[in-house]
C-alpha cells in the first residue's frame, strides 16, 4: 500500500510540473530574420515541458528519436494542427522528423504509442521588433 501511494504522490507531482505553463500567457517571440532550427530529443516519460515550445512563422522544429528499438511517431489530432502534421512511426535512436512552420498556430502533440507520457504543445506567433534602443 505504501509503494501505491508514493507511486500516487509522484505522478501527481508530475502532472502539477507539467501544467505549470500557460500557452495563453505567451505575449511575443523575438525577431530574428533568419530562420531557426529546434531539437527535441523524442523518449518515453519525457517532461511536458521539454515537448513544449515557441516558436516564430518560418522556424523548424526537428524531433531525434533518443531511444534505440523503442518506436515513436509525432502526430496530432488536434483540430488546430497543420493537416500535414505528423511522422509515421519511426523505430532506432537517431531517427528524426522535422516539420517547418509557415503560420501562427497553437496546438498540441504526442505520440500516438506513448500518449500519457510523450506530449506536448507547439505555438507558432509572429514576432514583435524590439524599438527600444
Known sequence: MKFFLAKANIIFLVLLIGCGRNVEEIEQVD?????????II??????????TITIKPG????????????????TSDD?????DFG??????????????FTEEIT???RCSI????????????ACEENTSN
Do not use: K
Open 42 to 51: 523524442w523518449m518515453t516519460n519525457m517532461a511536458v515541458q521539454n515537448a
Open 87 to 100: 511522422s509515421g512511426i519511426l523505430i532506432g535512436e537517431g531517427q528524426v522528423y522535422e516539420y517547418t
Open 114 to 125: 506513448h500518449p500519457n507520457s510523450m506530449v506536448g504543445t507547439i505555438s507558432v506567433i
Open 59 to 74: 522556424d523548424t522544429i526537428r524531433w531525434i528519436w533518443g531511444e534505440g528499438g523503442m518506436p515513436h511517431d509525432v
Open 31 to 39: 525577431c530574428d530574420n533568419e530562420p531557426v532550427t529546434y531539437e
Open 107 to 109: 496546438f498540441e502533440y
Open 79 to 83: 483540430p488546430n494542427a497543420p493537416e
